[in-house]
């Protein structure tokens, strides 16, 4: 049974999006609108989020006896030591210690999971199937495009001086590389692409939900009038 | 008369394309239709990867990802926990971005009809959120009760049957991250398929720069290019969200099609007969 707050909720959702809806056809104070309220809530939501891990992670940990947690609390204040500038110097304390243990924590396994393992990979048998794409026939085409991908971008890379771009069996190579780059960077955007297609249908099918019909025509003529008058406002 | 239409469209071009691009979204939710779903390499070898796992697994579904993103990997979500509940497995949940507990809400919803019959904290536990990023990760995976002692309800975590048994990251017999950047993707196969060498897949748009580590080191990379959650849904025998969506992914991604191909097409042909005037 949809309760009274989830139907708050709705609506309040169908005015955000609808409000987001509009501003490719023209900035106007609905969508400011939405955009401040937005970033209200976020930072809100930011900050409510942050004291909940702190209450559970920190001052939990403190009011239970875990008196080496008063470190970690002492540290975080000594991040906002910043805004008094005689002692902003004390940040720098926390941050390399953050910095530090975050690359530590990455190197840990860095090389075998960068380095090692992603060498051993790309050392194939050309002609070897079920090594790139298990299965498939096209297995040893996908091998030889992954090696001569490899090495064309290697080439790309190492060799950037213009002396060598003279040379015309590297500059070949070289076109190459930025072949496969560009073809690389394009399969990223296309699925970065179908990722909003899929994120724009989710709202609409949310917004065109038959019970929602009537409060997504409220809030599109909303959206409409306040288009019309920021035009006129221009004009 | 000609030049004064012309200004107009040139005027108001961005208004046309974004009107025609909401028109391709509604015409298929209004008048639904489904092209025929193939069933890829990627579906099918994560189809297979979770076919794979013994009975009763024990499955750790993470993720970081904001509302915008939720109608993508709903589908996914729902199509893999029905996967594993018919293997009469747990799924243990936990965030790794600050809107995690928000999406947690959005799923205790959505998945009422999944979830409804099954008991929380004996086939499904939110563990809430953990800051740090990869530094999390790697506590987590290394020492949970350390990192988290009470889960999202605030229940302390051995209350909890579904936590018996689970310490660390080899007590998991799956790992999935779902995530919209690339960034915890990458400290996942780190922190969790090289340090433990436990299954990892992940699910996201970050796909193709996390191709170099599968199959060697993610058992499953599966992203939205061809509709990979439609497929999913397809060999599961379910088809739920995800397959709902594929008629508006199709005229969506055509719609991008056109225009990419327009605004290449139109500027040249443009230019020829501004060249064609001036001879």
């Known amino acids: 049974m949809v309760t009274l707050i989830e139907n708050i909720v709705s609506i309040v959702a169908i005015g955000f999006t609808v409000g987001c809806l509009t501003l490719p056809l023209g900035d106007n104070v609905y969508w400011k609108l939405c955009e401040h309220m937005f970033l209200g809530f976020a930072a809100g939501y930011t900050i409510l989020i942050a004291s909940q891990t702190l209450q559970a992670n920190l001052f939990g940990k403190?009011?239970?006896?875990?008196?080496?947690?008063?470190?970690?609390?002492?540290?975080?204040?000594?991040?906002?030591?910043?805004?008094?500038?005689?002692?902003?110097?004390?940040?720098?304390?926390?941050?390399?210690?953050?910095?530090?243990?975050?690359?530590?924590?990455?190197?840990?396994?860095?090389?075998?999971?960068?380095?090692?393992?992603?060498?051993?990979?790309?050392?194939?048998?050309?002609?070897?199937?079920?090594?790139?794409?298990?299965?498939?026939?096209?297995?040893?085409?996908?091998?030889?495009?992954?090696?001569?991908?490899?090495?064309?971008?290697?080439?790309?890379?190492?060799?950037?001086?213009?002396?060598?771009?003279?040379?015309?069996?590297?500059?070949?190579?070289?076109?190459?590389?930025?072949?496969?780059?560009?073809?690389?960077?394009?399969?990223?955007?296309?699925?970065?692409?179908?990722?909003?297609?899929?994120?724009?249908?989710?709202?609409?099918?949310?917004?065109?939900?038959?019970?929602?019909?009537l409060t997504t025509g409220f809030f599109a003529l909303l959206g409409a009038i306040s288009l019309y008058l920021s035009r006129k406002k221009e004009v | 008369m000609v030049s004064n239409k012309e200004s107009y469209l040139k005027k108001h071009t961005t208004t046309i394309i974004i009107v025609v691009l909401y028109l391709f979204y509604v015409y298929p939710i209004l008048f639904p239709f489904s092209p025929p779903i193939v069933i890829g390499e990627k579906a099918q070898s994560f189809y297979d990867l979770v076919e794979s796992l013994p009975d009763e697994p024990t499955v750790l579904l993470t993720y970081d990802y904001g509302a915008v993103s939720y109608p993508y990997f709903q589908g996914f979500q729902e199509a893999f926990m029905k996967h594993i509940y018919r293997k009469d497995g747990n799924v243990i949940l936990v965030a790794f971005g600050a809107a995690g507990p928000m999406m947690y809400k959005m799923m205790q919803k959505t998945f009422a009809p999944v979830w409804d019959q099954k008991t929380y904290g004996e086939d499904y536990v939110f563990l809430g959120f953990i800051p740090g990023g990869e530094t999390g990760v790697a506590s987590f995976m290394a020492d949970i009760r350390q990192t988290i002692m009470i889960d999202f309800e605030g229940n302390p975590i051995d209350t909890l049957q579904i936590m018996e048994n689970v310490n660390m990251a080899t007590d998991f017999d799956l790992v999935v991250n779902c995530e919209t950047s690339t960034t915890i993707g990458d400290g996942f196969v780190r922190q969790v398929a090289s340090a433990y060498g436990v299954k990892l897949a992940l699910v996201g748009p970050g796909g193709p720069t996390w191709e170099p580590y599968y199959p060697e080191q993610i058992q499953g990379n599966l992203y939205p290019l061809p509709g990979a959650p439609a497929e999913y849904e397809k060999l599961l025998g379910a088809p739920g969200n995800a397959s709902s969506q594929i008629g508006l992914l199709f005229t969506g991604s055509l719609f991008y099609l056109v225009i990419i191909i327009c605004g290449n097409v139109i500027p040249r042909i443009g230019k020829g007969s501004e060249n064609g005037n001036t001879d």
């Open chain 1, 62 to 213: 403190i009011g239970s006896g875990e008196i080496l947690f008063f470190i970690p609390l002492i540290l975080s204040i000594m991040l906002y030591s910043r805004f008094v500038k005689q002692a902003s110097w004390l940040n720098r304390y926390p941050i390399a210690l953050l910095v530090g243990v975050g690359t530590a924590i990455s190197m840990r396994t860095i090389v075998d999971a960068m380095l090692l393992k992603q060498i051993r990979s790309t050392l194939i048998n050309p002609f070897a199937t079920g090594k790139a794409i298990v299965g498939n026939p096209a297995t040893p085409i996908n091998n030889i495009v992954v090696i001569i991908g490899v090495i064309a971008v290697t080439f790309y890379f190492v060799f950037w001086e213009m002396k060598w771009m003279k040379n015309p069996a590297i500059a070949s190579v070289r076109s190459l590389g930025i072949l496969v780059l560009m073809s690389g960077f394009g399969i990223y955007v296309a699925n970065s692409l179908v990722m909003r297609v899929s994120r724009l249908g989710g709202r609409f099918f949310f917004m065109l939900a038959p019970e929602n019909l």
